[in-house]
T-cell receptor, first 112, second 112 residues
Framework: DAMVIQNPRYQVTQFGKPVTLSCSQT?????MYWYQQKSSQAPKLLFH???????NEADTPDNFQSRRPNTSFCFLDIRSPGLGDAAMYLC???????????FGPGTRLTVT | GEDVEQSLFLSVREGDSSVINCTYT??????LYWYKQEPGAGLQLLTY?????DMKQDQRLTVLLNKKDKHLSLRIADTQTGDSAIYFC????????????FGQGTTLQVKP
């Protein structure tokens, strides 16, 4: 089945230790999004890629970076995780001209 | 500004109808969405409506949009225990490349 896959589902990292979260998709969508969802809050967009074109939200901290080496994969890098970065990170994809965004299952990040 | 508001909690009995409400402030909303999130999982797109429409029905789901009042609702007929989840209302705005702006979510509890 075509889908959005996120690995790992659960990630534990230490304060200040860089961590990378992974997203892949078999939908061949050209837009990929990363959202951060803290406990009991709404998901909040961090950035998105339109093909290889990177679009950062104005209030996304510099600590968060992203890479998209090809259509299928997108990575979220957190350079120096703080305790406040503990959250669920959701990847989503969509196709330009279509209105649906499809979400992966999320990666729950714990910072110790 | 961009703001989407939902009531936080709704409890219904199995077999009853559920109505989850949402209000938004930005008149340039193009599409409005309902997503479902089960514990520890990603977001599942349930349905969406174009801002020019006032109603959309899809099996047990009915979406009503009052554009004048900027009010959106989701009615679930014959609510089942499997419908227990958090329901997020979201909007996209004209010209913002598909960014979803979410409400804070309504927790639906279905009692047997």
């Amino acid at each position: 089945d075509a889908m959005v896959i996120q690995n790992p589902r659960y990630q534990v990292t230490q304060f200040g230790k860089p961590v990378t979260l992974s997203c892949s998709q078999t939908l061949n969508h050209n837009v990929m999004y990363w959202y951060q969802q803290k406990s009991s809050q709404a998901p909040k967009l961090l950035f998105h890629y339109y093909d290889k074109d990177f679009n950062n939200e104005a209030d996304t901290p510099d600590n968060f970076q992203s890479r998209r080496p090809n259509t299928s994969f997108c990575f979220l890098d957190i350079r120096s995780p703080g305790l406040g970065d503990a959250a669920m990170y959701l990847c989503a994809t969509s196709s330009v001209g279509r209105n649906e965004q499809y979400f992966g299952p999320g990666t729950r990040l714990t910072v110790t | 500004g961009e703001d989407v508001e939902q009531s936080l909690f709704l409890s219904v009995r199995e077999g009853d109808s559920s109505v989850i409400n949402c209000t938004y402030t930005d008149s340039s909303s193009t599409y409005l969405y309902w997503y479902k999130q089960e514990p520890g999982a990603g977001l599942q797109l349930l349905t969406y409506i174009f801002s020019n429409m006032d109603m959309k029905q899809d099996q047990r789901l009915t979406v009503l949009l009052n554009k004048k009042d900027k009010h959106l609702s989701l009615r679930i007929a014959d609510t089942q225990t499997g419908d227990s989840a958090i329901y997020f209302c979201a909007e996209t705005l004209a010209g913002n490349t598909g960014k979803l702006i979410f409400g804070q979510g309504t927790t639906l509890q279905v009692k047997p």
